[in-house]
């Protein structure tokens, strides 16, 4: 018996929880980067909203401080985006 066989000999044909493992760890990296993506996104609109705000008028909320509408307007604007994107990554 040759030393390639001895080594195919011992070599398992196939191991379900090892390769469920490195799915598992393929799957994380993908959703850690998308997340990533998607807060860098997130981060861009808020800065641009940020840039948009005192244009909005938000008198339907009553008598607020820009420094109030700036934080509605990002948390809503971080909410539809991260909410999104999320809702699609989980779905896939």
Known sequence: MSEAEKLMADVPARD??????VMTRIEQRRFRRELARTGGLTAIAIILLALVMPKLDFTWLGNLSPANELAIGAALM???IMGSR???TLKN
Do not use: T
């Open 16 to 21: 379900p929880l090892f390769v469920l493992g």
């Open 86 to 88: 999320l809702s699609r």
């Open 78 to 80: 971080a909410l539809s």
